[in-house]
Protein backbone atom coordinates (compact mmCIF):
# COMPACT_ATOMS: atom_id res chain seq x y z
CA UNK A 1 0.00 0.00 0.00
CA UNK A 2 2.82 2.51 0.98
CA UNK A 3 4.34 1.71 -2.64
CA UNK A 4 0.67 2.59 -4.22
CA UNK A 5 0.32 5.77 -2.32
CA UNK A 6 3.80 6.76 -3.22
CA UNK A 7 2.98 6.53 -6.73
CA UNK A 8 -0.74 7.92 -6.92
CA UNK A 9 0.96 11.14 -4.27
CA UNK A 10 2.23 13.23 -7.26
CA UNK A 11 -0.46 13.67 -9.55
CA UNK A 12 -2.94 15.48 -7.39
CA UNK A 13 0.24 18.31 -7.30
CA UNK A 14 0.36 17.72 -11.46
CA UNK A 15 -3.64 18.34 -11.27
CA UNK A 16 -3.07 21.37 -9.88
CA UNK A 17 -0.67 23.02 -12.14
CA UNK A 18 -2.29 22.18 -14.95
CA UNK A 19 -5.50 24.05 -13.76
CA UNK A 20 -3.17 27.11 -12.63
CA UNK A 21 -1.68 27.01 -16.04
CA UNK A 22 -5.19 26.76 -17.85
CA UNK A 23 -6.29 29.65 -15.56
CA UNK A 24 -3.17 31.87 -16.56
CA UNK A 25 -3.89 31.21 -20.36
CA UNK A 26 -7.42 31.95 -20.36
CA UNK A 27 -7.25 35.10 -18.14
CA UNK A 28 -4.31 36.06 -20.75
CA UNK A 29 -6.50 35.17 -24.01
CA UNK A 30 -9.59 37.56 -22.20
CA UNK A 31 -6.80 40.09 -21.71
CA UNK A 32 -5.75 39.89 -25.39
CA UNK A 33 -9.51 39.75 -26.75
CA UNK A 34 -9.67 43.60 -24.55
CA UNK A 35 -6.02 44.30 -26.28
CA UNK A 36 -8.07 43.28 -30.01
CA UNK A 37 -11.12 45.37 -29.41
CA UNK A 38 -9.37 48.79 -28.25
CA UNK A 39 -6.52 48.21 -31.09
CA UNK A 40 -9.69 47.56 -33.70
CA UNK A 41 -11.61 50.26 -32.10
CA UNK A 42 -8.94 53.00 -32.46
CA UNK A 43 -7.54 52.06 -35.85
CA UNK A 44 -11.52 52.30 -37.04
CA UNK A 45 -11.92 55.83 -35.53
CA UNK A 46 -9.01 57.30 -36.98
CA UNK A 47 -9.52 56.28 -40.06
CA UNK A 48 -13.72 57.44 -39.86
CA UNK A 49 -11.88 60.38 -38.81
CA UNK A 50 -9.22 60.55 -41.44
CA UNK A 51 -12.04 59.82 -44.46
CA UNK A 52 -14.20 63.02 -42.94
CA UNK A 53 -11.10 65.23 -42.85
CA UNK A 54 -10.06 64.36 -46.24
CA UNK A 55 -13.29 65.37 -47.64
CA UNK A 56 -13.19 68.29 -45.34
CA UNK A 57 -9.90 69.39 -46.64
CA UNK A 58 -9.62 68.35 -49.64
CA UNK A 59 -13.13 69.48 -51.44
CA UNK A 60 -11.40 73.18 -52.42
CA UNK A 61 -8.72 71.53 -54.03
CA UNK A 62 -10.30 68.67 -55.76
CA UNK A 63 -13.15 70.63 -57.25
CA UNK A 64 -10.64 73.30 -58.81
CA UNK A 65 -8.92 70.14 -60.33
CA UNK A 66 -11.38 67.36 -61.19
CA UNK A 67 -14.86 69.99 -60.84
CA UNK A 68 -16.06 67.10 -57.96
CA UNK A 69 -15.27 68.07 -54.54
CA UNK A 70 -15.59 64.84 -53.50
CA UNK A 71 -13.10 63.04 -56.01
CA UNK A 72 -10.58 62.78 -53.33
CA UNK A 73 -13.16 61.53 -50.73
CA UNK A 74 -14.07 59.26 -53.24
CA UNK A 75 -10.49 57.40 -53.57
CA UNK A 76 -10.15 57.66 -50.22
CA UNK A 77 -12.77 55.97 -49.24
CA UNK A 78 -12.36 52.90 -51.76
CA UNK A 79 -8.91 52.70 -50.41
CA UNK A 80 -10.39 52.56 -47.21
CA UNK A 81 -12.13 49.24 -47.95
CA UNK A 82 -9.44 47.82 -49.14
CA UNK A 83 -7.24 48.50 -46.63
CA UNK A 84 -10.16 46.61 -43.77
CA UNK A 85 -10.03 44.05 -46.76
CA UNK A 86 -6.22 43.76 -45.79
CA UNK A 87 -6.58 44.21 -42.36
CA UNK A 88 -9.05 41.17 -41.81
CA UNK A 89 -7.05 38.88 -44.44
CA UNK A 90 -3.83 39.72 -42.39
CA UNK A 91 -5.81 38.98 -38.84
CA UNK A 92 -6.83 35.67 -39.94
CA UNK A 93 -3.41 34.74 -41.03
CA UNK A 94 -1.20 33.45 -38.69
CA UNK A 95 1.66 36.15 -37.64
CA UNK A 96 4.52 33.25 -38.25
CA UNK A 97 3.24 33.69 -41.96
CA UNK A 98 5.15 37.13 -42.53
CA UNK A 99 7.96 35.30 -41.66
CA UNK A 100 8.24 33.05 -44.31
CA UNK A 101 7.18 35.26 -46.87
CA UNK A 102 9.83 38.13 -45.48
CA UNK A 103 12.73 37.63 -47.88
CA UNK A 104 10.34 37.18 -51.32
CA UNK A 105 8.17 39.83 -50.19
CA UNK A 106 11.41 42.04 -49.74
CA UNK A 107 12.51 41.13 -53.14
CA UNK A 108 9.51 42.03 -54.96
CA UNK A 109 9.40 45.78 -52.55
CA UNK A 110 13.45 46.07 -53.89
CA UNK A 111 11.89 45.71 -57.47
CA UNK A 112 8.82 48.09 -57.22
CA UNK A 113 10.93 50.38 -55.71
CA UNK A 114 13.48 50.74 -58.64
CA UNK A 115 10.80 50.39 -61.17
CA UNK A 116 8.89 53.83 -59.80
CA UNK A 117 12.63 55.17 -60.74
CA UNK A 118 11.96 54.17 -64.11
CA UNK A 119 10.70 57.58 -66.19
CA UNK A 120 8.16 55.35 -68.29
CA UNK A 121 6.91 53.49 -65.09
CA UNK A 122 7.14 56.08 -61.97
CA UNK A 123 4.67 58.50 -61.87
CA UNK A 124 6.16 62.43 -60.74
CA UNK A 125 4.36 64.66 -58.82
CA UNK A 126 5.82 67.74 -56.88
CA UNK A 127 9.50 66.75 -57.95
CA UNK A 128 9.26 63.35 -56.65
CA UNK A 129 8.93 60.07 -58.57
CA UNK A 130 7.00 57.68 -55.83
CA UNK A 131 4.33 56.06 -57.51
CA UNK A 132 3.02 53.68 -60.10
CA UNK A 133 -0.12 54.12 -62.18
CA UNK A 134 -2.26 51.00 -63.07
CA UNK A 135 -4.98 52.05 -64.25
CA UNK A 136 -7.23 53.75 -62.20
CA UNK A 137 -4.83 52.24 -59.02
CA UNK A 138 -2.02 54.21 -58.00
CA UNK A 139 0.50 52.20 -55.65
CA UNK A 140 3.67 54.04 -53.55
CA UNK A 141 6.43 51.75 -53.22
CA UNK A 142 7.63 53.14 -50.58
CA UNK A 143 4.46 52.48 -48.01
CA UNK A 144 5.06 49.51 -48.74
CA UNK A 145 8.45 48.85 -48.29
CA UNK A 146 7.59 50.24 -44.55
CA UNK A 147 5.67 46.81 -43.77
CA UNK A 148 8.30 44.90 -46.08
CA UNK A 149 11.54 46.29 -43.93
CA UNK A 150 9.64 45.57 -40.78
CA UNK A 151 9.01 41.80 -41.71
CA UNK A 152 12.43 41.53 -42.75
CA UNK A 153 14.42 42.53 -40.46
CA UNK A 154 12.18 40.83 -37.77
CA UNK A 155 12.90 37.64 -39.55
CA UNK A 156 16.36 38.10 -39.83
CA UNK A 157 16.87 39.04 -36.02
CA UNK A 158 15.35 35.73 -35.12
CA UNK A 159 17.24 34.07 -36.98
CA UNK A 160 20.38 35.25 -35.66
CA UNK A 161 18.81 36.00 -32.13
CA UNK A 162 21.42 34.24 -30.58
CA UNK A 163 24.62 35.61 -32.16
CA UNK A 164 23.11 39.41 -32.22
CA UNK A 165 26.18 40.38 -29.42
CA UNK A 166 28.66 39.65 -32.39
CA UNK A 167 28.91 42.89 -35.22
CA UNK A 168 29.15 40.73 -38.38
CA UNK A 169 26.05 38.64 -37.51
CA UNK A 170 24.48 42.07 -37.07
CA UNK A 171 25.46 44.11 -39.29
CA UNK A 172 25.16 41.48 -42.32
CA UNK A 173 22.69 41.32 -44.24
CA UNK A 174 20.37 43.82 -42.44
CA UNK A 175 22.84 46.93 -42.77
CA UNK A 176 22.96 46.53 -46.90
CA UNK A 177 19.56 44.99 -47.19
CA UNK A 178 17.58 48.33 -45.56
CA UNK A 179 20.55 50.49 -46.70
CA UNK A 180 19.50 49.53 -50.06
CA UNK A 181 15.94 50.44 -49.33
CA UNK A 182 17.11 53.91 -48.17
CA UNK A 183 18.72 54.59 -50.90
CA UNK A 184 15.83 53.87 -53.49
CA UNK A 185 13.76 55.66 -51.37
CA UNK A 186 16.44 58.68 -51.19
CA UNK A 187 16.47 58.48 -54.85
CA UNK A 188 12.72 59.22 -55.29
CA UNK A 189 13.94 61.47 -53.11
CA UNK A 190 11.69 61.32 -50.15
CA UNK A 191 13.75 61.84 -47.07
CA UNK A 192 10.84 61.62 -45.10
CA UNK A 193 10.43 58.20 -45.37
CA UNK A 194 13.73 57.36 -45.32
CA UNK A 195 13.97 58.62 -41.75
CA UNK A 196 11.01 56.58 -41.04
CA UNK A 197 12.07 53.35 -42.20
CA UNK A 198 15.83 53.60 -40.90
CA UNK A 199 14.18 54.63 -37.11
CA UNK A 200 11.99 51.81 -37.04
CA UNK A 201 14.82 49.28 -37.88
CA UNK A 202 16.76 51.06 -34.85
CA UNK A 203 13.78 50.76 -32.40
CA UNK A 204 13.52 47.38 -33.75
CA UNK A 205 16.86 46.45 -33.28
CA UNK A 206 16.65 48.60 -29.22
CA UNK A 207 13.73 45.89 -28.61
CA UNK A 208 15.97 42.74 -29.36
CA UNK A 209 17.78 43.94 -26.96
CA UNK A 210 20.89 45.32 -29.13
CA UNK A 211 23.92 46.66 -26.94
CA UNK A 212 23.54 50.17 -26.47
CA UNK A 213 27.13 50.79 -27.38
CA UNK A 214 26.26 49.57 -31.03
CA UNK A 215 22.94 51.47 -31.08
CA UNK A 216 24.51 54.63 -29.96
CA UNK A 217 27.42 53.47 -32.63
CA UNK A 218 24.38 53.47 -35.21
CA UNK A 219 22.86 56.92 -33.82
CA UNK A 220 25.82 59.03 -34.67
CA UNK A 221 26.70 57.76 -38.15
CA UNK A 222 23.03 57.59 -39.15
CA UNK A 223 22.52 61.53 -37.84
CA UNK A 224 25.90 62.88 -39.32
CA UNK A 225 24.55 60.72 -42.75
CA UNK A 226 21.06 62.38 -42.67
CA UNK A 227 22.78 65.90 -41.74
CA UNK A 228 24.85 65.58 -44.93
CA UNK A 229 21.82 64.64 -46.80
CA UNK A 230 19.80 67.44 -45.95
CA UNK A 231 22.63 69.82 -46.64
CA UNK A 232 23.62 68.76 -49.69
CA UNK A 233 19.72 69.52 -51.67
CA UNK A 234 19.17 73.10 -51.21
CA UNK A 235 15.15 72.79 -50.53
CA UNK A 236 16.16 70.05 -47.51
CA UNK A 237 18.30 72.95 -46.42
CA UNK A 238 15.95 75.76 -46.42
CA UNK A 239 13.16 73.26 -44.58
CA UNK A 240 15.87 72.78 -41.94
CA UNK A 241 16.69 76.58 -41.77
CA UNK A 242 12.91 77.10 -41.70
CA UNK A 243 11.98 74.92 -39.00
CA UNK A 244 14.95 77.11 -36.72
CA UNK A 245 13.28 80.33 -37.62
CA UNK A 246 10.30 80.25 -39.83
CA UNK A 247 9.63 84.04 -39.54
CA UNK A 248 12.84 85.00 -41.56
CA UNK A 249 11.45 83.82 -44.44
CA UNK A 250 7.52 84.09 -44.09
CA UNK A 251 7.20 84.12 -48.00
CA UNK A 252 9.24 81.29 -49.36
CA UNK A 253 10.45 78.62 -46.83
CA UNK A 254 8.71 78.81 -43.79
CA UNK A 255 5.42 79.57 -45.37
CA UNK A 256 3.68 76.29 -45.01
CA UNK A 257 4.78 76.05 -41.21
CA UNK A 258 3.76 79.65 -40.55
CA UNK A 259 0.04 78.63 -42.46
CA UNK A 260 -0.08 75.55 -40.23
CA UNK A 261 0.12 77.01 -37.03
CA UNK A 262 -2.14 79.96 -37.86
CA UNK A 263 -4.92 77.12 -38.73
CA UNK A 264 -4.17 75.60 -35.21
CA UNK A 265 -4.17 78.62 -33.42
CA UNK A 266 -7.66 79.68 -35.23
CA UNK A 267 -9.31 76.54 -34.12
CA UNK A 268 -9.44 77.62 -30.44
CA UNK A 269 -11.38 75.18 -28.06
CA UNK A 270 -13.94 73.99 -29.58
CA UNK A 271 -12.82 74.93 -33.63
CA UNK A 272 -14.31 76.93 -36.30
CA UNK A 273 -16.98 73.87 -37.12
CA UNK A 274 -16.48 71.00 -39.63
CA UNK A 275 -16.06 72.15 -43.27
CA UNK A 276 -15.39 75.67 -41.88
CA UNK A 277 -11.71 76.21 -42.49
CA UNK A 278 -10.43 79.05 -44.15
CA UNK A 279 -6.68 77.65 -44.43
CA UNK A 280 -7.94 75.20 -46.87
CA UNK A 281 -8.93 77.75 -49.19
CA UNK A 282 -5.27 78.02 -50.57
CA UNK A 283 -3.51 79.02 -47.74
CA UNK A 284 -2.27 76.01 -46.49
CA UNK A 285 -0.37 73.75 -49.24
CA UNK A 286 -1.21 69.86 -48.65
CA UNK A 287 -3.84 70.56 -46.23
CA UNK A 288 -5.67 67.59 -46.95
CA UNK A 289 -2.39 65.48 -47.14
CA UNK A 290 0.71 66.02 -44.70
CA UNK A 291 -0.73 68.76 -42.99
CA UNK A 292 -4.56 67.59 -42.19
CA UNK A 293 -3.96 67.65 -39.06
CA UNK A 294 -3.46 71.81 -39.28
CA UNK A 295 -7.22 71.76 -41.10
CA UNK A 296 -8.53 68.80 -37.99
CA UNK A 297 -7.28 71.32 -35.25
CA UNK A 298 -8.75 74.58 -37.11
CA UNK A 299 -11.96 72.93 -37.59
CA UNK A 300 -12.15 71.01 -34.50
CA UNK A 301 -10.75 72.68 -32.27
CA UNK A 302 -8.07 71.64 -29.63
CA UNK A 303 -10.84 68.97 -28.39
CA UNK A 304 -11.03 67.63 -31.24
CA UNK A 305 -7.05 67.40 -31.78
CA UNK A 306 -6.67 65.50 -28.34
CA UNK A 307 -9.23 63.46 -29.26
CA UNK A 308 -7.30 62.16 -32.16
CA UNK A 309 -4.34 62.24 -29.79
CA UNK A 310 -5.75 60.20 -27.75
CA UNK A 311 -6.80 57.57 -29.63
CA UNK A 312 -3.30 57.29 -31.45
CA UNK A 313 -1.91 56.99 -28.01
CA UNK A 314 -4.49 53.86 -27.64
CA UNK A 315 -3.31 52.24 -30.84
CA UNK A 316 0.22 52.62 -29.43
CA UNK A 317 -0.59 51.98 -25.80
CA UNK A 318 -2.29 48.61 -27.03
CA UNK A 319 0.33 47.52 -29.87
CA UNK A 320 3.30 47.34 -27.07
CA UNK A 321 1.43 45.57 -24.91
CA UNK A 322 0.33 42.95 -27.74
CA UNK A 323 4.05 42.98 -28.71
CA UNK A 324 5.79 42.80 -25.17
CA UNK A 325 2.83 39.56 -24.20
CA UNK A 326 3.87 37.78 -27.31
CA UNK A 327 6.11 34.76 -26.21
CA UNK A 328 7.41 33.85 -29.61
CA UNK A 329 10.55 36.26 -30.56
CA UNK A 330 9.35 36.60 -34.36
CA UNK A 331 5.92 38.06 -33.20
CA UNK A 332 7.52 40.27 -30.68
CA UNK A 333 10.00 41.91 -32.68
CA UNK A 334 7.24 42.13 -35.66
CA UNK A 335 4.75 43.75 -33.26
CA UNK A 336 7.70 45.96 -32.14
CA UNK A 337 8.54 46.96 -35.06
CA UNK A 338 4.92 47.93 -36.56
CA UNK A 339 4.23 50.11 -33.38
CA UNK A 340 7.93 51.74 -34.12
CA UNK A 341 6.96 52.13 -37.21
CA UNK A 342 3.38 53.83 -36.67
CA UNK A 343 4.62 55.56 -33.83
CA UNK A 344 7.28 57.41 -35.33
CA UNK A 345 5.78 58.27 -38.11
CA UNK A 346 3.19 60.17 -36.01
CA UNK A 347 5.32 61.97 -34.11
CA UNK A 348 7.20 63.21 -36.87
CA UNK A 349 3.85 64.14 -39.05
CA UNK A 350 2.75 65.90 -35.83
CA UNK A 351 6.27 67.76 -34.88
CA UNK A 352 6.23 69.16 -38.78
CA UNK A 353 2.40 70.39 -38.35
CA UNK A 354 2.68 71.87 -34.79
CA UNK A 355 6.82 73.79 -35.95
CA UNK A 356 8.30 71.40 -33.33
CA UNK A 357 10.38 69.31 -36.22
CA UNK A 358 11.68 69.84 -40.14
CA UNK A 359 8.97 69.37 -42.57
CA UNK A 360 9.90 66.09 -44.11
CA UNK A 361 6.83 65.69 -46.15
CA UNK A 362 5.55 62.75 -43.83
CA UNK A 363 1.93 61.09 -44.16
CA UNK A 364 -0.18 60.83 -40.63
CA UNK A 365 -1.19 57.28 -40.28
CA UNK A 366 -4.72 56.45 -41.33
CA UNK A 367 -5.47 60.20 -41.12
CA UNK A 368 -4.29 61.58 -44.32
CA UNK A 369 -5.49 61.24 -47.92
CA UNK A 370 -3.20 58.42 -49.84
CA UNK A 371 -4.25 55.12 -50.76
CA UNK A 372 -1.38 52.73 -50.16
CA UNK A 373 -0.52 54.71 -46.84
CA UNK A 374 -4.23 53.53 -45.64
CA UNK A 375 -4.04 50.31 -46.90
CA UNK A 376 -0.53 49.48 -45.50
CA UNK A 377 -1.44 51.20 -42.31
CA UNK A 378 -4.83 48.83 -41.45
CA UNK A 379 -2.69 45.83 -42.77
CA UNK A 380 -0.17 46.37 -40.14
CA UNK A 381 -3.00 46.47 -37.78
CA UNK A 382 -4.07 43.45 -38.94
CA UNK A 383 -0.73 41.68 -38.32
CA UNK A 384 -0.83 42.96 -34.85
CA UNK A 385 -3.94 41.60 -34.20
CA UNK A 386 -3.24 38.51 -35.42
CA UNK A 387 -0.18 38.39 -32.44
CA UNK A 388 -2.51 39.25 -29.94
CA UNK A 389 -5.28 36.31 -31.67
CA UNK A 390 -1.98 33.71 -31.18
CA UNK A 391 -2.62 33.99 -27.61
CA UNK A 392 0.15 32.55 -24.99
CA UNK A 393 1.65 29.57 -27.19
CA UNK A 394 2.64 32.09 -30.21
CA UNK A 395 3.32 29.31 -32.69
CA UNK A 396 7.19 30.56 -32.72
CA UNK A 397 10.28 30.25 -31.28
CA UNK A 398 10.28 31.12 -27.59
CA UNK A 399 12.44 34.04 -26.07
CA UNK A 400 14.97 32.18 -24.10
CA UNK A 401 14.74 33.39 -20.67
CA UNK A 402 18.55 33.94 -20.51
CA UNK A 403 18.74 36.00 -23.86
CA UNK A 404 15.70 38.13 -23.37
CA UNK A 405 16.23 42.07 -24.29
CA UNK A 406 16.96 43.44 -20.93
CA UNK A 407 19.61 40.58 -20.16
CA UNK A 408 21.56 41.13 -23.51
CA UNK A 409 21.57 44.46 -23.32
CA UNK A 410 23.17 44.45 -19.72
CA UNK A 411 26.14 42.47 -20.07
Request: overall charge positive; charged content about 10%; aromatic content about 8%.
Amino acid sequence: MARVAATVSPRPQLRLVTARDKRARAALKTSNRGLIVSLLAAALLLSATGLIMVLSASSVTAFAQTGSGFSFFQRQFMYGLVGIVGMIAAARLHHTVWRKIAFPFFGITILLLVLVLHPTAGHSAGGSSRWIELGPITIQPSEIAKLSVVAFAAAVLTKKWKKLDEPSHLLLPLLPAVGVVCLLVMLQPDLGTTVVIAGMVFILLFAAGVRLRYLFTGALVGGALGFALIMSASYRRERLLSFLDPWSDPKNSGYQVIQSMIGLASGGLTGVGLGASRQKWGYLPNGHTDFIFSILGEELGLIGAVAVLFLFGVLLFTGVRIASRTPDVFGRLLGAGIVGWLGLQTIINLGAVTGLLPVTGVPLPFVSYGGSSLVVSLTAVGILISIARAGPKGGGRAVPKAQNAAERRSR
